[in-house]
């Protein structure tokens, strides 16, 4: 409902079936689209970061979806989603998009 109140434009951007959409399109039971928070619900010292450096994101952590965001150089989008976390400014997170399957996803 929030999406679709204030979030129109991306949510419609998401959800084309044109062959020039530039995002995923919406993921996991809440509809996830490039922009919205989200809240990482699993401790985690595994995930790719870039730049690189040691990672570690923590349960609780909120961060925002920033990528990935179709270049005119890719010819399709990437199965990754990118988080940056208010924790870690200016550090990109990979999370493949069937990771957003909320609390009832399996380990």
Do not use: C
């Not at 951007?13 to 809440?30: C, D, E, L, M």
């Not at 699993?42 to 179709?70: H, L, M, T, W």
């Not at 550090?91 to 957003?100: A, I, L, Q, S, T």
């Amino acid at each position: 409902m929030v999406q679709q109140a204030f979030r129109k434009t991306w949510l419609s951007r998401a959800t084309s079936h044109s062959g020039y959409r530039k995002t995923h399109p919406p993921v996991g039971p809440q509809g996830i689209i490039y922009g919205d928070k989200v809240i990482n619900l699993k401790n985690s010292s595994v995930r790719e970061v870039f730049p690189e450096r040691p990672s570690y994101v923590a349960n609780g952590d909120v961060g925002i979806v920033v990528g990935n965001y179709k270049t005119r150089n890719q010819k399709k989008l990437f199965p990754l989603a990118e988080v940056e976390f208010t924790s870690q400014p200016g550090h990109d997170y990979d999370f493949k998009v069937w990771e957003f399957g909320g609390e009832v996803a399996s380990a």
